[in-house]
């Protein structure tokens, strides 16, 4: 996979900023000539936090910001200030701009900061008191922020060489882990053997150099001898005057694992470690792991409180609170004289198994045995060990949600302790991603699609695999110069619960327009039929919100997705029955969750929609492999069933997340699918229901209009947008796949062309044809046309999409009037509503606007006279008590929830 390293970026934009000469589909005005437009939403912006509290203790905060088309140029200045009016220093950069050259999204890091705070365009950005510097000279590259300093190596296994605060090395030999067990046993446990191996460096890139914001890439593969395994690739983010630093760690499964064997490379135990040198008296050494909420384990390596003697206890609360200890020759001298009988406590671990409960136990070393420490159900992820003269905290975000996972601190006792943040706990069964059933005899073609009339799993052998998964992880680390306060420890604590993130207001994201003018606007309830509609938008979140909490959809591979259909019989989730199970953007939940944020700038949906993004970008795509590019459509395991398809691994679902915050991992993932079309000649998306003869040919690949194109067009966008080392080529196939879809004898109702890989373009078929499936213009097709149509200036294109939005929701008669036959059964007219609707805008069709409301109120998908309300279940009708809305399913969900916004967004004004 091939990343964008931000000086790539840089460079590519200026480049094409200085030469002024991209020129914008058909000949249209240069950047040159642009007009830096007074535009609404190109005015000073005031940003915010999600959720209260501001900055507190992580080290910084980056967020995107959309510009209005013309309004600033490359070369802008942006300042940041507080709400007194106080200068904030702030680190500025674009991320996409607009066909004519001017900026579209621009990128800020803060490192300080807490309330509102005013983005103004045009003033100089102040600098940071304390800035980011980061030093590549030798074999290691150095970074600063004023506060710590990092040492990275540029080889070998140890990621972050050191971690000093002052001349205080507070952690060093910062390094990867992996457990592999070969066997999985089944049966009773006897001896299970597993080998260690360790994360080797093979390329460290800085994307970022500061003054406020430095982040470095280190890639590489897990080894034990010649054997590799899981590469990785970890991001490493500095803050401006920060004694913190951010990890965001990926891995991707290439082992081997065979249903109906038992040898393999079976994941025991994936973490990340620091050595924590220790310096001071076991007594001044400090142990503290998070419980529930900010709940804190606080005890020392060498406990001096609730001994038969009494030190004193003045001593005792200074224990309690991590301060130095007097002299002991100060103490109650019955103490004093028996220190050496006292145990120290140097091993601790701190495991959560499930969503539902961890447990806490410790011991003296090793060799000897574990005393229970305690426990509770959903611990925090975070953990302290040091002493008076320094000690690092250490957190794992979503460490329950994303169990099981375990925190160790080993060695207290000793001159050095060692961390290790289990991203996948050693004591939990090893990862076991074995497809789930033998085949059933489903051999051939015409078994399998009887198997998906039945339990609707599209099977077939051999690609139930999990080769080519990853999984994104964060971390914090803060190397402190002494044991943190208890009100510091919280704060810590809830920056690895919550990372803070500053975020523009709708009003920004609506203004500036972006994806999709006019598709989105913010909540009204000015009439009943205004309110009624957002009751059931708020309704439906809420829903999901609460069942992900009810049927405990956690873990490692899992969180983030939610399950696509209900057994009403059951009482359950379809979580067994083939592709009834988890969603895999099915209909796009993703594109329905963000487009709900984006109008409300509501927190818990952001949240929601940021673990959806983080599951459906990683899980339920393959990232190497022959499948690199492709996503799997819905079923038991994300990777199960074997329609691999770019309808699954489509951008569209990645950008909103990227634009808002920058994310440079998702940013990887978008430019990995740039060249996604080669996709097509490794794998038909319909080789089991074609009927005509076809063999993937080069020049003349088959390439539905619907969900195939939609895919790869928002990839091929978006490396535009960004300026990507391939933009030019990304431009070139928007352009001329635009082109040649507009000039097919039916135009999108054609539904399918024989695509060039080398010249970028469709052929143009003989005969009309009418190919319209209900399925192609709801993964994003709508949303990204609506998009295309307001940035290029192509016409005939615009035309052939507006056809299409007119005859889906038409009349059989009319579809035939039209276009010579009709075109067949359809569903899904309630979601396709809103392309009546974005037709009836863009044309004035009256007609279209009716029906918009029309299909919408009273077609399929959700009516009025639905429930909209929960009913109760309990024991023993259901395994956990609860609540179900058994008419709700996750298809009518995203496309009630797409329809809504985008109809009253657009056709607000004229509602029945």
Not at 498 to 508: F, G, S
Not at 757 to 785: K, M, N, Q, Y
Request: aromatic share 12%; hydrophobic share 35%; charged share 25%.
């Amino acid at each position: 996979m091939s990343p964008i390293p931000r000086r790539s970026l840089l460079k590519a934009a200026a480049v094409a900023g200085a030469a002024a000469q991209v020129s914008w589909a058909l000949g249209t005005q240069n950047a040159a000539a642009a007009p830096r437009a007074e535009a609404a939403g190109a005015d000073p912006v005031t940003l915010d936090w999600l959720e209260d509290g501001g900055l507190g203790a992580a080290p910084g905060s980056t967020v995107g910001v959309p510009w209005p088309k013309g309004a600033h140029q490359e070369d802008q200045t942006f300042a940041l200030t507080d709400a007194d009016g106080r200068s904030v220093p702030v680190q500025s950069w674009p991320i996409a701009y607009w066909p004519d050259g001017s900026l579209k999204w621009t990128a800020h890091a803060v490192s300080s900061g807490s309330g509102e705070l005013t983005l103004t365009p045009g003033a100089p950005a102040a600098s940071p008191g304390r800035k980011v510097t980061v030093d590549e000279r030798g074999g290691t590259v150095d970074i600063s922020t004023g506060v710590i300093t990092a040492r990275i190596g540029k080889s070998g296994a140890t990621l972050v060489k050191s971690v000093r605060r002052g001349s205080t090395e507070i952690a060093r030999d910062g390094r990867l882990v992996l457990l592999r067990q070969p066997e999985y046993e089944d049966g009773d446990q006897t001896t299970v053997r597993t080998e260690r191996f360790d994360g080797a460096v093979s390329e460290v890139t800085v994307e970022q150099e500061g003054p406020v914001r430095a982040v470095v890439r280190i890639d590489g593969k897990h080894r034990k001898g010649h054997r590799e395994l899981l590469p990785f690739s970890i991001r490493l983010y500095f803050y401006a005057g920060a004694d913190s630093f951010r990890m965001v760690h990926t891995i991707t499964y290439d082992g081997k694992q065979e249903p109906g064997k038992a040898s393999g490379d079976f994941i025991r135990g994936l973490g990340v470690r620091f050595t924590v040198p220790l310096r001071d008296a076991s007594y001044d050494r400090h142990i503290r792991l998070g419980g529930e909420g900010t709940g804190l384990l606080r005890e020392a390596v060498k406990g001096i409180t609730g001994l038969r003697r009494d030190p004193g206890a003045a001593v005792q609360a200074a224990q309690f609170a991590g301060e130095k200890l007097p002299d002991p020759a100060t103490w109650d001298q019955r103490v004093t004289t028996r220190l050496q009988y006292i145990p120290e406590w140097g091993d601790y671990t701190l495991s959560q198994l499930s969503a539902d409960g961890f447990t806490l136990r410790k011991r003296t070393k090793k060799g000897y045995g574990w005393i229970g420490a305690g426990g509770g159900r959903r611990a925090s992820g975070f953990g302290y060990v040091g002493g008076v003269t320094g000690g690092l905290s250490f957190g794992l975000r979503d460490f329950w949600e994303k169990h099981p996972a375990q925190l160790d601190i080993r060695g207290a006792h000793t001159d050095e302790a060692e961390v290790t943040l289990w991203l996948w706990s050693p004591e939990a069964q090893p990862m076991d991603l074995r497809f789930y059933h033998d085949g059933m005899g489903q051999d051939a073609f015409p078994e399998q699609l009887e198997g998906l009339n039945i339990t609707y799993e599209d099977y077939e052998p051999g690609f139930g695999t999990p080769y080519g998964i990853s999984r994104t992880s964060e971390l914090l680390f803060w190397a402190n110069e002494s044991t943190p306060s208890a009100e510091k420890l919280a704060e810590q604590v809830e920056a690895v619960r919550v990372l803070p993130q500053l975020a523009a207001p709708p009003k920004q994201l609506i203004g500036a327009g972006v994806f999709g003018k006019g598709l989105f606007a913010e909540p009204d309830r000015s009439t009943p039929a205004k309110a009624k509609i957002e009751d059931h938008l708020d309704f439906l979140f809420t829903y999901y919100k609460d069942q992900v909490e009810q049927r405990r959809w956690y873990g490692f591979w899992d969180y983030g997705d939610i399950m696509h259909t209900y057994d009403t019989v059951r009482h359950q989730w379809r979580y067994d029955v083939g592709g009834y199970a988890w969603d895999n953007s099915e209909l796009s939940p993703d594109l329905w969750l963000w487009y709900a944020y984006l109008r409300s700038g509501r927190a818990d949906i952001f949240r929601f929609a940021e673990a959806m993004t983080r599951h459906t970008g990683e899980v339920d795509v393959y990232h190497i492999g022959k499948w690199a590019g492709l996503g799997t459509r819905h079923g038991v395991q994300h990777f199960a069933d074997s329609a691999k398809q770019q309808r699954i691994a489509n951008t569209t679902y990645r950008r909103y997340y990227y634009f808002l915050t920058a994310d440079e991992r998702v940013g990887d993932l978008m430019h990995a699918n740039v060249d996604s079309d080669e996709t097509f000649l490794v794998l038909d998306p319909i080789r089991k229901i074609r009927t005509e003869p076809y063999t993937p040919d080069r020049n003349a690949l088959s390439i539905g209009f619907g969900t195939d194109w939609s895919g790869l067009v928002s990839a091929w966008l978006t490396e535009w947008e960004r300026k990507g080392p391939k933009w030019e080529k990304a431009r070139a196939r928007v352009l001329s796949t635009m082109e040649t879809i507009a000039a097919q004898p039916n135009g999108f109702v054609q539904g399918t062309g024989l695509y060039d890989l080398d010249t970028g373009r469709f052929a143009i078929a003989d005969e009309p044809v009418v190919g319209v499936s209900h399925l192609s213009a709801v993964f994003g097709l709508g949303e990204l046309c609506a998009e295309l149509i307001d940035l290029v200036d192509m016409p005939e294109f615009n035309e052939a999409y507006y056809d299409y939005c007119r005859y889906f929701n038409a009349s059989r008669t009319e579809q035939a009037a039209r276009y010579g036959s009709h075109f067949g059964s359809l569903i899904l007219f309630q979601g396709h509503s809103r392309l009546d609707a974005y037709a009836a805008v863009r044309t004035g069709d009256e007609k279209l606007a009716k029906r918009a409301w029309e299909k919408f109120y009273d077609s399929d998908g959700y009516k009025e006279s639905a429930p909209w309300r929960t009913e109760e279940v309990s024991g023993p009708t259901a395994l956990v008590a609860g609540r179900e809305a058994a008419w709700v399913s996750t298809n009518d969900t995203a496309l009630y929830g797409l329809a809504a916004i985008e109809n009253l967004a657009l056709l607000g004004d004229r509602m029945p």
